[in-house]
């Protein structure tokens, strides 16, 4: 595909609307990507407590590393369905698939309200995850259907700092919640925004797949456009590294109350530390969507790749010969996290752009990469958690460097191309 901006494809019924301005488009495909982190962030202050009112510990007891499977439950559900959701995107159309995983991630969540047995709650939250893996898968291919190359890690690097505004103030928003209500009301305000998101794009987002584009579906023709994956090489590159450094990401949300409430003593403003590292990660968004176009995402993404396991392995040894202090610490880390706003755009976009005729089963593979297979190398680390922040950073050195193999392999040995 031509590094340009493509044509919008007109909609294929009157009925549909026409195509929104940038600025709404990037707040809308803001909006059903932030379904999922919203689905997880709202829940880190509450995770304590849920556990406590579903049996998994006793009160008074220091909550468990199993309080982090209310998040891992979901966000397996999240990752190997859009193998399936890619598929039937990419032969009925965008629109369709994406009303249905709304409304499965609405009752859902309003289950989630009723329930108060553990193992039931993970898989209801496993469910919702496989919902809302359709989402945003579709929000993911309807930005490859309108845009290529550079211009789509431009849009996608203004996208994820909108996105970034949830990680920011979703914890703020759950410890509000239970300021004034139960923990399961928490749920309820997943109902109310997968409404808004339902109501929002069923009037504004039109159709972005013509008939004529779309791939008949049968099981032939999904195993071939997932070899055709495969086979390309800067595509199958970049997702696996993509999937491993960003299980880095996904062992520090889970263990991040653990860590700051056990480790530092900060439970009680907990919300806070962890809005300061959003913060900085949105800014790193934003930074890149001025830069990338004049820069290029390979000189970024592959200096972000490298500062990432610099300071990681900096922040490991700082706490190993001086011993656990937020004074260091937390500099170092949102240091640290600010390097997946100057990866996660530009990793997708290098993954995706060859891939344009099969948008939606190349989204989908790249969403199961950086979903399942991250989520079970940030659940391997997370379960290290021994009161100490050493198993993380030490596990974040080894994601950062093993990605950082593949992306030699992928470019042959060629770092930095302004290509």
């Given at each position: 595909m031509p590094d340009t901006e493509t044509k919008a494809p007109a909609p294929e019924t009157q009925s549909e609307p026409s195509v929104p301005g940038r600025s709404e488009m990037v707040v809308m495909v803001a909006g059903l990507m932030a379904l999922n982190a919203l689905a997880i962030d709202i829940m880190l202050p509450a995770l304590n407590q849920i556990a406590h009112d579903v049996g998994l510990t006793a009160e008074g007891v220091e909550?468990?590393?199993?309080?982090?499977?209310?998040?891992f439950a979901y966000i397996l559900g999240f990752g190997a369905p859009q193998l399936l959701w890619g598929p039937i995107t990419d032969r009925f159309g965008r629109r369709g698939p994406?009303?249905?995983?709304?409304?499965?991630?609405?009752?859902?969540?309003?289950?989630?309200?009723?329930?108060?047995?553990?193992?039931?709650?993970?898989?209801?939250r496993f469910i919702q995850g496989v919902f809302?893996?359709?989402?945003?898968?579709?929000?993911?291919?309807?930005?490859r259907d309108l845009f290529a190359g550079r211009q789509m890690?431009?849009?996608?690097?203004?996208?994820?700092?909108?996105?970034?505004?949830?990680?920011?103030?979703?914890?703020?928003?759950?410890?509000?919640i239970l300021l004034v209500?139960?923990?399961?009301?928490?749920?309820?305000?997943?109902?109310?925004?997968?409404?808004?998101?339902?109501?929002?794009?069923?009037?504004?987002?039109?159709?972005?797949?013509?008939?004529?584009?779309?791939?008949p579906l049968n099981l032939g023709n999904a195993l071939g456009a997932y070899a055709q994956v495969v086979r390309t090489p800067i595509t199958f590159g970049y997702m696996c590294a993509s999937g491993i450094?960003?299980?880095?990401?996904?062992?520090?949300?889970?263990?991040?109350?653990?860590v700051f409430r056990e480790v530092f003593g900060r439970g009680?403003?907990?919300?806070?530390?962890?809005?300061?590292?959003?913060?900085?990660?949105?800014?790193?968004?934003?930074?890149?969507?001025?830069?990338?176009?004049?820069?290029?995402?390979?000189?970024?993404?592959?200096?972000?790749?490298?500062?990432?396991?610099?300071?990681?392995?900096?922040?490991a040894l700082i706490t190993f010969s001086f011993g656990e202090s937020l004074l260091w610490f937390y500099p170092l880390f949102i240091l640290t996290f600010a390097?997946?706003?100057?990866?996660?755009?530009?990793?997708?976009?290098?993954?995706?752009?060859?891939?344009?005729?099969?948008?939606?089963?190349?989204?989908?593979?790249?969403?199961?990469?950086?979903?399942?297979?991250?989520?079970?190398?940030?659940?391997?680390?997370?379960?290290?958690?021994?009161?100490?922040?050493?198993?993380?950073?030490?596990?974040?050195?080894?994601?950062?460097?093993?990605s950082l193999v593949i992306i030699l392999i992928t470019e042959k040995g060629k770092l930095f191309s302004s290509r």
């Open positions: 909550s468990d590393n199993r309080q982090q499977l209310i998040i994406l009303f249905v995983s709304l409304t499965g991630y609405i009752l859902m969540a309003g289950l989630c309200v009723t329930l108060r047995e553990f193992h039931a709650l993970l898989v209801a809302s893996s359709g989402a945003r898968l579709v929000a993911v291919s309807v930005v890690a431009r849009f996608m690097s203004l996208v994820m700092t909108i996105f970034m505004i949830i990680p920011i103030v979703a914890p703020g928003v759950g410890q509000i209500a139960p923990w399961e009301w928490i749920f309820g305000a997943l109902v109310v925004f997968g409404i808004l998101m339902l109501g929002w794009t069923w009037l504004r987002l039109p159709e972005t797949l013509p008939a004529d584009q779309r791939r450094v960003f299980g880095a990401l996904f062992s520090f949300i889970a263990s991040s109350e653990q009680e403003d907990f919300v806070l530390w962890f809005s300061g590292i959003a913060g900085m990660l949105a800014v790193a968004n934003f930074t890149n969507s001025r830069l990338v176009e004049k820069i290029g995402m390979r000189r970024i993404s592959h200096a972000a790749l490298l500062l990432f396991t610099g300071l990681s392995a900096l922040s390097c997946f706003g100057l990866l996660g755009s530009n990793f997708s976009a290098l993954a995706m752009e060859p891939l344009g005729s099969i948008a939606g089963t190349a989204s989908a593979a790249y969403g199961f990469a950086t979903t399942t297979v991250s989520s079970l190398i940030g659940m391997l680390i997370g379960s290290q958690y021994n009161g100490s922040t050493i198993p993380l950073m030490i596990g974040f050195v080894c994601l950062g460097a093993s």
